[in-house]
């Protein structure tokens, strides 16, 4: 069964720390991995998209890796902002015969206090 | 930013009424896709769209429909709105190839549908 588990389910960190979130997924045959920044009450933000070749990709503070042979990606913020505060998603493409799909994770809370 | 829209933002109403939730985006995009959130639950593909007057359903059941009469149109309607319909309900459109999920995929900023 194609899956995409998170954790952890949620995280508290002070401004100015480092995080790193993770992602396992079950999604064969692979097409490609996203990571979307939802804020709260609006719609996903694409940060990164990674291909099976590449294993990693930075967008600001925001660096993401993937580990194809182990399916295992991670999302790390450095110097977190308190606008960091919103839900991270990973989600994975196939690339099934006829229709390639989405398959989305619960998220990672992540809260940025001052 | 993406620039697809969403009407309205938030959304209280009766059981029983009739419902349409607005989406555009006005990108060109031939592919356009509803999905359903529920707090701290992954998103779910409820409808998606390939071009004009092609619609499909998606992974997770639900008793909405779809219309796409034009490029950039592509509401949904709930005939009978139950609470059980209480959801946020996200847009979102894409380029790519026919039966190709693989490009990006922008959403809009979502209707969050109450109903009492």
Redesign the interface.
Known sequence: KNQVEQSPQSLIILEGKNCTLQCNYTVSPFSNLRWYKQDTGRGPVSLTIMTFSENTKSNGRYTATLDADTKQSSLHITASQLSDSASYICVVSDRGSTLGRLYFGRGTQLTVWP | EAD?Y?TPRYLVIGTGKKITLECSQTMGHDKMYWYQQDP??????IHYSYGVNSTEKG?LSSESTVSRIRTEHFPLTLESARPSHTSQY???SSEGLT????Y???????T?LTVT
């Open positions: 697809i969403q701290g639950m992954e998103l779910h593909l992974d996200l847009c979102a039966g190709n999920f693989s990006e995929q922008y959403f809009g900023p979502g969050r």
